[in-house]
DNA sequence: TCATTATATGATTAATCAATCATATAATGG
DNA sequence: CCATTATATGATTGATTAATCATATAATGA
């Protein structure tokens, strides 16, 4: 059992843009392959490919609704991720990092 | 300026073993290319290219000192985002979501 | 049962990635 | 200036990845 491996993943799993539309539009709830898809505008197909292998690597649910499959978010400290991550790419983007260090 | 994709970048930088230890290791404090290599076991050159993407990335500090180069992590959200990864990866290990599900 | 809707999957392709080896550059001390 | 130490980089290779198209499976309702 590789700790740091298994840790990568999940990061790895979130560091994609297309599955990182997919957490975005999760926050909201719980929601069908057939309102995700057309909510980050990508194919069925490669959505269904993205949704699976987040339940692999463990961050997201499945439940099974008649001919609809649902999925969810399974952790609530993904979104803390997620938006740690957006607080880093705003400090990049404002460059206040760079100008603390300029100065 | 595409937000999706830089906060994904981010993201995926840390999702790599290699970068991940790197960013363990740093967690101690600025370290030289030096220390480091041979701290998580890496050769020297593939050591480096990982830091420099790093660095491209925004998630760690150059600062150079005679011949030694040293690295550092530029934001206290990286340690919190890889916390959170470990706390998502302890919960998937002891199956506790799982538990929950099935009761 | 048949048509429809929802989802998954096989095959393919182009792109990206990580690691390695060899070598280059750059600073330092003797 | 030369040898040494620290770091970076070019070239290569095998592996992984994301996307796409076509098709398969599975549930539902008429």
Same mark, same amino acid.
């Given at each position: 059992?590789?700790?740091?491996?298994?840790?990568?993943?999940?990061?790895?799993?979130?560091?994609?843009?297309?599955?990182? %539309? *997919?957490?975005?539009? @999760?926050?909201?709830? +719980?929601?069908?392959?057939?309102?995700?898809?057309?909510?980050?505008?990508?194919? #069925?197909?490669?959505?269904?490919?993205?949704?699976?292998?987040?339940?692999?690597?463990?961050?997201?649910?499945?439940?099974?609704?008649?001919? %609809? *499959?649902?999925?969810? @978010?399974?952790?609530? +400290?993904?979104?803390?991720?997620?938006?740690?991550?957006?607080?880093?790419?705003? #400090?990049?983007?404002?460059?206040?990092?760079?100008?603390?260090?300029?100065?």
């Amino acid at each position: 059992m590789d700790k740091t491996y298994l840790r990568a993943e999940i990061l790895k799993t979130l560091g994609q843009p297309t599955r990182l %539309k *997919i957490v975005d539009f @999760l926050r909201e709830g +719980e929601r069908c392959v057939c309102e995700i898809f057309p909510a980050i505008n990508e194919e #069925q197909s490669n959505t269904s490919r993205h949704l699976n292998m987040m339940v692999s690597s463990g961050i997201l649910f499945r439940r099974k609704e008649g001919v %609809k *499959i649902f999925y969810a @978010l399974k952790h609530p +400290e993904i979104i803390a991720i997620v938006d740690l991550a957006t607080t880093i790419m705003v #400090q990049e983007i404002t460059g206040r990092h760079s100008l603390l260090l300029a100065a």
